[in-house]
T-cell receptor, first 113, second 113 residues
């Protein structure tokens, strides 16, 4: 079945460090890919998305590129801030699954000053 | 426009009781999905409703049920509560077309004692 795998962390970085969170997926057909972020005590917020191969999603300094050949959608940010501390979820949907979002296990990120 | 609203935010129930959670989607959205989030299992899909019909269902026992009203508002019911039902329950709304992004509410934190 469709699934998402991502590094679980926790990840601890110093402010202004480079961030990479790896995400790979298994899906039939051509899924849409997403990164969601969850701040403490909050629901999920969509961070960025890509709907076809080689698309790059970007938002708030975060980027991820849809790589069909490696079935990956790694999240990157060049310089993290303390306010980026949160849990990050890689996710996908497929045309046949309608609005069922399949999530990875989440990666907890802590950024220290 | 207003986001996804879930009520109540917090709930404490006793084993064996039943509970009803409510979700009001973004205006114009016809699809509502429900997810259970626990530290051990992560984010798991419960079910999805579109135009008052259940269109997709996850692997949860029949104690978990839902419905959607003509105004797209949705309710989720859990009967005969168990300790393991303690979780954050998240609702998401979307337009309902394949691969459209989902917008999440802040969730209802259910504690079963």
């Amino acid at each position: 079945g469709d699934s998402v795998t991502q590094m679980e962390g926790p990840v601890t970085l110093s402010e202004e460090a480079f961030l990479t969170i790896n995400c790979t997926y298994t899906a039939t057909g051509y899924p849409s890919l997403f990164w969601y972020v969850q701040y403490p005590g909050e629901g999920l917020q969509l961070l960025l998305k890509a709907t076809k191969a080689d698309d790059k999603g970007s938002n708030k300094g975060f980027e991820a590129t849809y790589r069909k050949e490696t079935t990956s959608f790694h999240l990157e940010k060049g310089s993290v801030q303390v306010s980026d501390s949160a849990v990050y979820f890689c996710a996908l949907t497929t045309k046949t699954s309608y609005d069922k979002v399949i999530f990875g296990p989440g990666t907890s990120l802590s950024v220290i000053p | 426009k207003a986001g996804v609203t879930q009520t109540p935010r917090y709930l404490i129930k006793t084993r064996g009781q039943q509970v009803t959670l409510s979700c009001s989607p973004i205006s114009g959205h016809r699809s509502v999905s429900w997810y259970q989030q626990t530290p051990g299992q992560g984010l798991q899909f419960l079910f999805e409703y579109f135009s008052e019909t259940q269109r997709n269902k996850g692997n949860f026992p029949g104690r978990f049920s839902g419905r959607q009203f003509s105004n797209s508002r949705s309710e989720m019911n859990v009967s005969t509560l168990e300790l393991g039902d303690s979780a954050l329950y998240l609702c998401a709304s979307s337009l309902g077309a394949a691969n459209t992004e989902a917008f999440f509410g802040q969730g209802t934190r259910l504690t079963v004692v």
